[in-house]
């Protein structure tokens, strides 16, 4: 299937700016990519793309002072499938995991592991290890945290949302990554598109979505705390440690972000 995926941030600064942006489709999706999904701004200005020490793609520039807007969008072939499951993968002992996932078993700037080591082990240290735990700890995760765009706050963290249940998708995030850490299983922060193909209406307005990816059984595999089920068209944009690591954009300066829209699909059905 084809899905219609992009976004649209227009702020207004108060000065010249530079500005960090993470939009991009990740590079392990860019050969599904109908066209490329260039970022284009008004006004214009230069753009130098980088990749981060995550291999993320990265753009920055400078905007002008007033008010500014950047826009992507393309169309991505995606195969329909819902999220895949593997119900028998197995966790492995720390010592025979691969050197590239230690990192993602230490604790980062929105996980404490070590604040909250001693409830993961009393809350899920029973259930059998491997899947079994980590669905154990998303389904405890999405039923404890309440959702809510009005509870975003920029600075909340795993031991913060564990105190106070409420949230939003990052949020289930980070409190999913720091148990599974925890519980010595590498979990990774995930960002991107996730759409509501295949679910019955009425759709919440389209936003960027965050999950999980856990190391289970050799592989890397998909888990939403969040939604806590399986989704189709769902798209990385970046992975890293946790949100600090992979923010949408980043700006050095005041600014007002006047208006945010994403876009996520059916291409086939009419444009909303």
Request: proline residues 8%; aromatic residues 10%; negative net charge.
């Amino acid at each position: 299937m084809r899905i219609r995926v992009g976004c649209e941030l227009i702020y207004q600064f108060q000065q010249i700016t530079p500005i960090i942006f993470m939009v991009n489709i990740h590079s392990s999706r860019v050969s599904d990519l109908e066209q490329p999904d260039y970022i284009v701004t008004t006004p214009s200005v230069p753009i130098e793309g980088y990749r981060d020490s995550f291999g993320n793609w990265c753009n920055r520039l400078v905007a002008p002072q007033g008010q500014f807007s950047a826009k992507t969008e393309t169309v991505v072939r995606d195969s329909g499938l819902w999220d895949p499951t593997e119900d028998g993968a197995a966790q492995l002992p720390v010592q025979h995991l691969p050197p590239d996932t230690l990192l993602f078993l230490l604790g980062s700037r929105y996980c404490e592991t070590d604040q909250l080591s001693e409830a993961a082990w009393s809350l899920f240290g029973s259930t059998p290890p491997g899947w079994s735990r980590v669905k154990a700890v998303c389904d405890y995760v999405h039923n404890h945290i309440t959702f809510g765009y009005e509870h975003s706050r920029a600075t909340r963290t795993a031991a913060d949302v564990f105190r106070e249940p409420r949230g939003v998708c990052r949020d289930y995030a980070h409190l999913a990554l720091a148990f599974c850490r925890c519980l010595n299983i590498p979990a990774r922060y995930c960002t991107g598109y996730v759409s509501d193909i295949g679910l019955p209406p009425a759709h919440a307005p389209q936003d960027f979505a965050a999950w999980i990816e856990v190391f289970l059984g050799g592989a890397w595999h998909i888990f939403d705390p969040r939604n806590n089920d399986p989704r189709i068209g769902r798209i990385l944009i970046a992975r890293g440690r946790d949100a600090a690591d992979v923010p949408i954009a980043m700006t050095f300066g005041p600014s007002t972000l006047l208006s945010f829209h994403v876009t996520t699909e059916d291409a086939a059905a009419p444009s909303s």
